[in-house]
Each structure stands twice: as C-alpha cells, then as structure tokens.
C-alpha cells in the first residue's frame, strides 16, 4: 500500500477535530486495509508551525465504523474497521458493506477510479516543542518547531476519493464529493414498468427539475459561504460535505467561541487562518509542480499566495479543475464526468490559469538558451508591422562650436537610412479533454517548452540568415570592399596576422563625416570549426611561432580584450553563405548599432495567448506569439573576413 498523509480540519463544538488521509486502496472496496498514519509531520489550518500525533498517546474507540468522507450521519456509515496501532504507525483493515445501497455506489464508483483512506481523531491534548527542541516521537527524532499531539482519540475511518502523502508532495483534496444529505451516490434511474397508473415523466418535466435542483444547490453554496465568511478555510469543506445553511451557522458559532478559548502566544498554539484557494494560489501551485522559480512565484503572484499553495505542489490538473469549479460554485459529482470537464474548461477561471503557467514555463526554456544574436546586436522598440526609419549616431554630425551670440546649428539627418520591421511568429497548441482526464500536466507544458526553446533559436536563425546573405544596404551590399569592411584571400585566413589586418581594418573604419568611428571590436564571431584556434588566440599570453629570429613572445591578439562567440549557425549548409573559414568582428552594440534586433512594442519574450473552449477539438486552444524584426543598421562596426579567395 501507498502510504499517504493529507490534513484538513474542521471545529465540532469546541473540541478541534483533525482529519488526516491515508493509504491508496484501490478498487476492491469490499476490503479496506492500508496505513492510516505514518507518524510524521503534517499540517493544520489553526497552526503556523507542522503537527505530529504521538501514537503513544492515541487512544482507540471501543468501535471504529467505516465511514463515507466523514460525514457525521448514520447514513453514510459504510461497515466496521479493525485498528492495529505500532510505534509507528497506525493500521486498519475491514471492509464495506456490499448489500448496502451506498456501498454498492461506492464500489460502483471504484471501478472507474481509486478511493483512499483516511481517519478522524479528537484532539485532547497538545504541546508546543520550541526551536531546535529534539523530541523523539513514533520512533523519530523530530526537531522543533512543531506542535506535538500528545493525547487524542481515534473516532472513525472514512473512505474519501483523494489522499496524499507529505513525504512527496502535498495535494489539495479538491470537490470529489458534493452531495446533499439524502442523496444516493451514482443513483440511477430505474424506468417503471409498464402500468396504466405509473406517470411518465415528459423531457420538460425532467428539464424543470433538473434546473429547479441546480438553483436550489446555487443558493445553498452561496448561503454557506455566507454563513462561513470569517473561517474561508472551511468553506470548501463545508459545501463538500453537504451542509445547509443553519448547520454553517451553527459550525461558525462554535468555531468563534472555540477560538476565543484557546490560548494566545504564551501558551501552547499559535492559531493563524489560511485563505482558501483562490485563482492566484491554484497557479501558484501548478507552476510548483511545473519546476517553476519560487522567486518568479512570488514576484507574479505574491507571497501570501506562494505560502498557500507551498503544501498544495503536487496539485493535479483534476484536481486545479475541480478547484476551479468550487470557485465559481459549479457543482461537481463523486466521479469526474464530460459535463464537469467541460464546465471546468468552459466556465471557469482555469484556462487563464494554465495560459499563465505555460507562459511561464516558455519563459523559463527561453531566457536558458544564451543567443548569440541578442549578445552582439542592439535591442529597438518597434510601434507596430510597418518599416519604420532608424536614426543612428553617425546621421546627426558632431557637435560644434557655437560663438558668443552665435546660433545653433540644426542637425541634419543624412542621405542613408537604416530600417525595421517586425514580423510575427506564431504556433498553435492545446489543452484537450483528454490531457484532464490523464491527469498529464507535462504533456501540456511540453509544447510550451519546445516553443520557448524554439522562439530563442528562430531569433539567432533571423539575424545569421541576413547576416549570410551579404544583403544590400542602402545601393552596396552590407559587406564589400568599397565599404573597408570585407577582406577576401587566404592571406587573411584565420591566425595572428589574418587578426592583425581584420582589426586594422575596423579601427580605420570612417564616419559620414570622414572622421573614425573611434570604436574597437568586442566580439569575434567564428564557427565551430575555428573555435578551438580562437579561444587559444583571445586567452592565451604568450605566442609560440618556431621561429629563429628574434620576436616578441607576447600573444598581441589576447591584449585586444575581445571575446569569442562561436556560432554553428556559420557553417551550417542550410543557410546561404555558408564557411567554415569565415568569420566576422563586431563592435559593442552599446557603442555602435550594427544589427538591431526590434521586438514589436518593447517585448522581448514570446506570449502564450488562449482562445475560447472548442467543441470540435474537444479543448482550449492557444498560441505562442513572438513579433520581432531583425535588420542591419550601420555597415560600420563590423567587418567580415572569407579566409579564402
């Protein structure tokens, strides 16, 4: 068996009542045996520090009946438990009752999906364990802070549809279960026979009852919450459970008078209410699971929802969709069928939710890919998908000097222009029925993933295909020797003197105005065949030539203070222009605009955007989006050397 611990709390007059589930049971439900505790650490709504029951301490009722999701009614009680309790952990076996109608409805219901165990205890007694305090409890040695519970009384067992185990990940135990009391579970419709006295129903009468129920199961969720406003912790509870409007009332009564009993900060508990699962701490949680930064968590969503949905990481995509529906009161049965998928895919606020977590798992395989693009071309902001002219450093003329009394002079923009233009890339994915139903969060974020890793390459895919392509820039191609940015000839293969020549090219390079453009090169741009050479070249001090004359040993070119950037993209023979022997100087686009890169309205990252529910595909659709342009702006700053003839 599968040893799990999930808490969730309740008050009963003013005694507090700890529920904790356990054990993945399966389906043969005519026999329930499993862990229902395992003796460590879990969580509790009235404490900001973990709980522990010792089981030393743990009394067992004279009778321990088998119950349905704790509901305090003869009704659902399901058969009768034997308990074994160890010094560590504690055991139950028995089984439900199958000529019962509703146990037949849950094993009914366990053939289409696993039921869990889980146990109910009355807390007697409990002991704050201060900071570092060691305490051995259940055959472990616990370190403090925690609150020990030192006395309690077993009361039942109960069959519930979600557990979970702490030891991996907490897991909310969202709405399997919302039937009102009187309600049989999975009940069926039997058609009558054939009788001149048995009235049938027409489809109208059907409608108007089903409807008249639905608004009926509306105004006692909205009453509960009402009712329940101070405790939003136990709401969710609550209309699980089933309770009208005076039962959460009376619940809320005794809670407020329970409280007010229980001492403050100098005594044993420290008593702090979480918030209910809000949107924000759904996502919070499902971007836990998906890996994402707690630090991106926080900044996006906040702290306070971080901290509530901490112990809800292992959140599944049922239960984010169920918790969605509770949200927006949807009702949702013991099993999750087509009608509340749909709702929950439809009518709630989950789609934005997984669109903003796929968003953020694009963005966390986009900014780990380090582009070479974005290292040595400048950034531009571009107002929409028109050409838009580019003003540069070397268009507007020197400052002069100005008399006394003299006039300013008004700069004037040159003859040559530099554009740019954003296009936009785009691919479509889904989140179908049938990803819920397998509970597969990661195969929905894979498509995301790819694409963000794919959004950062498309970037260095655009700049080297025009960068390759020689392009025409204002009447001359980008590189050409009328320019002194292109040299040509194994005279200037890659080596020291090829180095020596392509860097005095560059710091003759001239201005509009015929003066130099007073910028060196910071970038060396090489492909995979040259790398090796390069980085020996750009970090190594000394030169060894094997010459007999005498020569400086000192290795000039690593004085230059460059830095290599390798590229596959150089030698790839998909792409026009392709060398292995050609490489490239480029100057700090801080300094000099050579390449701009221009992201439509200052956006640097792809978005994932949501369409509306599609009942042809059985699912949401959404888009990955990125609007960027990436075009040459100065044939100055760089120069490009062939290495061959």
Not at 40 to 69: H, K, R
Not at 139 to 163: C, D, M, Q, W
Not at 204 to 220: G, P
Request: with cysteine; proline share 3%.
């Amino acid at each position: 068996m599968k040893k799990t611990n999930k808490i969730t709390a309740a008050l009963d007059g003013k005694q507090l009542r700890m529920v904790t589930a356990s054990s993945e049971i399966g389906n043969d439900l005519t026999r329930v045996e499993g862990t229902a505790y395992s003796g460590g650490f879990f969580s509790q709504w009235w404490s900001s520090i973990p709980c522990v029951t010792d089981l030393a301490g743990l009394e067992i009722a004279a009778q321990i009946p088998l119950m349905y999701n704790h509901y305090n009614d003869p009704e659902y009680r399901l058969g009768e438990l034997t308990v074994t309790k160890t010094e560590t952990a504690l055991q139950v076996a028995g089984g439900i009752d199958p000529d019962s109608e509703r146990g037949k409805a849950i094993i009914d219901a366990g053939k289409k999906c696993d039921w869990q165990l889980s146990h109910g205890a009355e807390i007697i007694e409990i002991v704050r364990v201060g900071e570092k305090e060691v305490r051995t409890v259940n055959g472990r040695e616990l370190t403090g802070p925690f609150n020990l519970i030192s006395k309690a009384v077993l009361r039942e067992v109960s069959v519930v549809a979600i557990g979970a185990d702490a030891d991996t990940s907490l897991r909310v135990a969202a709405g399997f279960n919302i039937i009102s009391k009187g309600e049989n579970m999975h009940k069926k419709t039997e058609t009558p026979a054939a009788s001149p006295a048995a009235p049938v129903a027409d489809d109208a009468s059907v409608k108007a009852a089903a409807d008249a129920a639905i608004a009926q199961e509306r105004a006692r969720v909205s009453a509960v919450r009402a009712a329940l406003s101070e405790f939003p912790h136990m709401v969710d509870k609550a209309i699980e459970a089933g309770w009208s409007e005076e039962h959460a009332k009376d619940v809320a009564e005794s809670a407020k008078k329970a409280l007010a009993g229980l001492p403050g900060s100098t005594g044993n508990i420290i008593v702090r209410n979480k918030p209910a699962a809000t949107k924000e701490v759904i996502e919070a949680a499902l971007c836990l699971r998906a890996g994402i930064d707690e630090n991106t968590i926080e900044k996006d969503l906040g702290a306070e929802a971080l901290e509530t949905a901490y112990p809800l990481r292992g959140m599944s995509l049922k239960e984010a969709l169920l918790a969605a529906c509770q949200l927006r009161n949807i009702p949702t049965g013991v099993t999750m069928d087509r009608e509340v998928i749909r709702a929950g895919m439809a009518d709630t606020d989950l789609p934005g939710i997984m669109s903003n977590v796929a968003n953020k798992a694009m963005l966390k395989e986009f900014t780990a890919y380090e582009s070479i693009a974005q290292k040595i071309c400048a950034d531009g902001d571009l107002a929409d998908y028109k050409e838009s002219q580019r003003i540069r450093l070397s268009d507007i003329g020197n400052l002069e000097e100005v008399a006394l009394g003299g006039t300013v002079k008004e700069s004037g923009v040159k003859d040559e222009v530099a554009v740019n233009q954003a296009k936009r890339y785009a691919k479509l994915f889904w989140l179908d029925e049938m990803i819920v139903v397998n509970d597969d969060l990661q195969a929905f974020l894979k498509l995301p993933k790819l694409f963000g890793a794919r959004a950062i390459r498309l970037i260095d895919q655009v700049f080297h295909k025009r960068l390759m392509q020689n392009p025409e820039f204002n009447g001359t191609a980008l590189f050409h020797a009328d320019r002194k940015n292109l040299l040509t000839g194994t005279d200037y293969a890659f080596g020291i003197e090829g180095l020596k020549a392509a860097r005095k090219l560059f710091l003759n390079q001239k201005d509009t105005d015929g003066e130099p453009i007073a910028v060196t090169p910071k970038y060396l741009l090489v492909p995979t065949t040259l790398e090796s050479e390069a980085q020996e070249l750009v970090l190594s001090a000394l030169q060894i030539t094997g010459e007999a004359k005498t020569k400086g040993a000192t290795n000039i070119v690593s004085k230059w203070g460059m830095e290599v950037v390798t590229s596959p993209y150089l030698e790839n023979e998909k792409y026009e222009g392709n060398s292995s022997t050609g490489y490239y100087l480029f100057a700090d686009p801080a300094m000099t605009d050579t390449f701009e890169i221009g992201y439509l309205k200052g956006r640097k990252t792809p978005t994932v955007e949501m369409g509306a529910f599609d009942m042809t595909h059985f699912g949401i659709a959404y888009r990955t989006r990125f609007d960027f342009g990436i075009r040459e702006q100065d044939y100055r700053g760089i120069v490009k050397v062939t290495g061959v003839a």
